[in-house]
């Protein structure tokens, strides 16, 4: 089955270390996309990248890193420049383009204690 | 950018049919324009997306006026399955072809028994 798939679900950190969030898609989309939500918020784009080895920043790209060695593969580093960490985390994938159908994994909470 | 306006929350009771409006002045020539639904704890899915005029399909209809300023998300006979946050978007381009996937803070809809 195609799908986009984030791991862990759950994720517990120490406060001042760095964590990376997993994102894997086999769409064979060219888009990913990164979202961090609040309780009771929206989505607030952390970063976004159209094609490998290229990605742009979103309205809150600091205190986090991202790259994209492999189509199938969007990696988010949380790291301890992130002042609020704590946070529910999706990964999104679309085909590319003018493309606004996503494809959103289940998403990852993240608690840094 | 095209930005989107949408009503916090909204109520209604089952059987009801629902009509959420989405106001975006801005969009652009080759927006669409896409709804989501999304429950706690889990990524946004897909509902419908549209260009103009009336888009329907298994879930809901989608109603776009002639000058694309707005558009109304209809949900026909609700049930309690359907409170969930609704959101409204519009396909962003920028200069060099990104796709830049924007969401607002969305729309609350609760269903009451």
């Known amino acids: 089955d195609g799908g986009i798939t984030q791991s862990p679900k759950y994720l517990f950190r120490k406060e001042g270390q760095n964590v990376t969030l997993s994102c894997e898609q086999n769409l064979n989309h060219d888009a990913m996309y990164w979202y961090r939500q609040d309780p009771g918020q929206g989505l607030r784009l952390i970063y976004y990248?159209?094609?490998?080895?290229?990605?742009q920043k979103g309205d809150i790209a600091e205190g986090y890193s991202v790259s994209r060695e492999k189509k199938e593969s969007f990696p988010l580093t949380v790291t301890s420049a992130q002042k609020n960490p704590t946070a529910f985390y999706l990964c999104a994938s679309s085909i590319g383009v003018g493309d606004t159908e996503a494809f959103f994994g289940q998403g990852t909470r993240l608690t840094v204690v | 950018l095209a930005k989107t306006t949408q009503p916090i929350s909204m109520d209604s009771y089952e059987g009801q049919e629902v009509n959420i409006t989405c106001s975006h002045n801005?969009?652009?020539?080759?927006?669409?324009i896409t709804w989501y639904q999304q429950f706690p704890s889990q990524g946004p899915r897909f509902i419908i997306q549209?260009?103009?005029t009336k888009v329907t399909n298994e879930v809901a209809s989608l109603f776009i006026p002639a000058d694309r300023k707005s558009s109304t998300l209809s949900l026909p006979r609700v049930s309690l399955s359907d409170t969930a946050v609704y959101y409204c978007?519009?396909?962003?381009?920028?200069?060099?072809?990104?796709?830049?996937?924007?969401f607002g803070a969305g729309t609350r809809l609760a269903v009451h028994p």
């Open positions: 801005n969009i652009a020539t080759n927006d669409y």
């Open positions: 549209g260009y103009k």
């Open positions: 990248s159209q094609i490998v080895n290229d990605f």
């Open positions: 978007l519009v396909g962003d381009m920028f200069s060099g072809g990104y796709n830049k996937l924007i």
